[in-house]
């Protein structure tokens, strides 16, 4: 019933929030997050640290899948004509995948 009560007074009157503090804690870990950012730019360079896809494959490799132009052929005034194709593209990651064999353990 207590929490109850505390609950409609802050519903009621609002809840205080000491906005120097939330503000020099944002600018700490501003600073954290920068650091972060120049560290993972300096070991992988070009990859997006807010893209699982591109994070997974620079770690643990696999298949890539990307866009691309190619020639299909001539309009008929003589200039080339393009059309957008799929390609997949195999990527190496920095950790090779290990697979351990595991005994069967439903096997009797």
């Known amino acids: ?3 109850l009560r505390a609950t409609i007074e802050m519903n009621r009157n609002g809840m205080y929030v000491n906005w120097t503090y939330v503000e020099s804690q ?8 920068e650091e972060a950012w ?3 730019e ?5 990859v997006d640290t807010a893209s699982p896809k591109q994070l997974s494959l620079y770690f ?3 298949e890539e899948k990307y866009k691309e132009k190619e020639q299909d052929g001539f309009y008929k005034n ?7 194709v799929e390609k997949v593209r ?3 990651g920095k950790y090779p995948p290990t697979l ?4 069967n353990s439903n096997s009797m």
């Open 1 to 3: 019933m207590d929490a």
């Open 26 to 33: 944002r600018l700490a870990y501003q600073k954290v997050l």
């Open 38 to 40: 120049k560290a993972a």
């Open 42 to 46: 300096e070991i992988a360079p070009g």
């Open 60 to 62: 643990f490799g696999g």
């Open 78 to 84: 003589g200039k080339p004509r393009f059309k957008t």
């Open 90 to 92: 195999k990527v190496e």
């Open 100 to 103: 351990k064999k595991r005994k």
